[in-house]
């Protein structure tokens, strides 16, 4: 017990108290005033009246004296915002499903039914991994529109899983191999099919890694940018990131209350969802690193 | 597969049999769990990769018309200063960029490793700028920038320390410095949490023994923990550069490559020539010139793991 606890704490009982301020926390917090200073300003201006907005000499801009409702009323009730939100959901949940289906798949006969060449094709896995959206989607708004998919949420939900399907693969690779094969073979000994095996076992024993490689995926989707920017073009079939930036930018007078009414609103469900399950996000951005 | 079912019901022997040897047949039934991601990823990353690079050699326009002109966008790239300045700007972004959020990630891992209250409410803190959807960031961004209502100039000229509010967004290197601190911000989570996550499988014993021979803070970090990291910080930053290469998003949003495109990277302007000015070919063409750059990324990031299987005895 006393030798674990020496190992946990290392040799930090070392270290002075007034030492630990100077060296750990004063840096410690300057990192997160500025990692944080961003979402605080947006914040405080999408609650901001328009008259303090524009008017720093009577009002001091990092705070707010009579918060408001009028940006976020307008964004809602004045924008197709609602059904950016909607889209987004839509798209994200719908391309999630499809990608976690088609992964698990992938990853299983990958890393466990072991096909002629499965080491092949989890290297090119991987390089799919590293195709970045910026080079894909000039060819494949051709493709979308010759596939008469423009301007459709199809068009995201099939392209989203070729960033997507890749980064699950990998990661559900990892969770199956620390799976250990001797429950298949008993199940495999007492008459189960693959596909039963797949589904009553190692599944399962999977759902963390499901879990982590939902989430990401998720969220992935919901930043997606380039593709929902190229291939959708009317408003009301928007993404947020992309309604946000094309619809409520007017000429050039910028609402800065809505912009950051509208960034702050598409930003909070990502958070919620991700305060949820921080240790599955952070165990799959980490685990795809460190495979 | 059931040798009992097969016996308890058969309707039709022969059948079942093939049946059988179909789910029984790795390869078989490999391909049937590879098909669904196999057909996706076939149609809309490999053929597009390859529709990509056909796309450079034609001067295809957004109506359908035009044809091959083999290397012709490339010629006409080559004296195009707008392209080399965008080259220009790509690699000050990447490597300014990369080696800032390499050591500012670093240290910020090295921070988040100690011993200290609340370190998992810390750290989902921490990596906030990572999860939030990077264009609504850049908006933030955008808006602490502007030129009137610039909070950073406020707060300066209210410490005295300027006189006039800086014009972040309107001149050349002010607006090429600003993206790549908008950049950093967002990138440093990413680097930071990844390193952590390799700093916390260095065992203490390590730095125990080297600090009862003598070793001061400084040698423990350069003998100790930079060679057990190297393998991750080459994966991580090989990510982090490619990330960062191919960034579109915060340029978008924050400058448009503007001001006289003077942060326009190559994926912002082979969108501005492809999709905006209807220059297919010419904007593929652009796309295509990043490959060469990734290739060397990548191959970077296939050493760095190649060392990593020689440090854990060749292991799969």
Known sequence: MAAKTAQLEGMDYLASTPRRVVTLWLPLSIFIFVLLFPFYWMTVTSFKPDIELYDYSHYNPLWVVHPTLQHIHKLLFETDYPSWILNTILISVASTFLSLFCSVCAAYAIERLRFTGSAYVGMCIFLAYLVPPSILFIPLATMVFQFGMFDSDWALILTYPTFL??????????????????????????????????????????????????????????????????????????????????????????????????????????????????????????????? | MAVQTQSTRTPAPILKLARANVWESRNLLGLVFMLPAASLLLLFLTYPL??????????????????????????????????????????????????????????????????????????????????????????????????????????LVKWGLIDRYIDFLGQPW?????????????????????????????????????????????????????????????????????????????????????????????ATLSFQRAITGGQLGEGAAIANAMIPFLLVAILFSYFGLQRRKWQHGGRD
């Not at chain 2, 057990?228 to 994966?235: M, Q, R, Y």
């Open chain 2, 174 to 266: 002010n607006a090429r410095w600003a993206v790549i601190a908008a950049n950093i911000w967002r990138g440093i989570p990413f680097v930071a949490i990844t390193l952590l996550a390799g700093l916390q499988t260095i065992p203490p014993s390590l730095y125990e023994a080297a600090t009862l021979d003598g070793a001061t803070p400084w040698q423990r970090f350069w003998y100790i923990t930079l060679p057990v990291l190297s393998p991750i910080i080459a994966v991580v930053m090989t990510f982090s550069v490619l990330f960062t290469f191919t960034d579109f998003q915060l340029i978008y949003v924050i400058t448009r490559g503007g001001p006289l495109n003077a942060t326009h990277l190559m």
């Open chain 1, 165 to 291: 399907i890749p980064f699950c693969t990998w990661l559900l690779m990892g969770y199956f191999r620390s799976i250990p094969y001797e429950l298949e073979e008993c199940a495999l000994i007492d008459g189960a099919s693959r596909l039963q095996i797949l589904i009553k076992i190692t599944l399962p024993l999977a759902i963390p890694g499901l879990i982590s490689a939902g989430i990401f995926a998720f969220t992935l989707s919901w930043n997606e940018f380039i593709y929902a920017l190229t291939f959708i073009s009317s408003s009301e079939n928007k993404t947020v990131p992309v309604g946000v930036i094309t619809e409520l930018v007017e000429g050039d007078v910028y609402h800065w209350g809505s912009l950051m009414a509208g960034a702050l609103l598409g930003s909070v469900p990502v958070v919620i969802l991700y305060s949820f399950f921080v240790e599955h996000y952070v165990s799959s951005l980490t685990g795809a690193v460190k495979e």
């Open chain 2, 50 to 155: 390859g529709l990509g690079l056909w796309l450079g050699l034609t001067d295809q326009k957004i109506d359908g018309s035009g044809g091959f002109i083999g290397l012709g966008n490339f010629i006409s790239l080559a004296k195009d200063s707008v392209f080399l300045l965008s080259i220009f700007n790509t690699l000050l972004y990447t490597v300014v960029a990369s080696i800032i959020k390499f050591g500012l990630g670093l240290y910020l891992a090295l921070l988040l490793n100690n011993r200290m209250p609340f370190k998992a409410m810390i750290r989902a803190i921490v990596l906030l700028p990572f999860v939030v959807p990077t264009v609504l960031s850049a908006i933030a961004f955008w808006w602490i920038y502007d030129a009137q209502f610039s909070i950073i100039s406020w707060v």
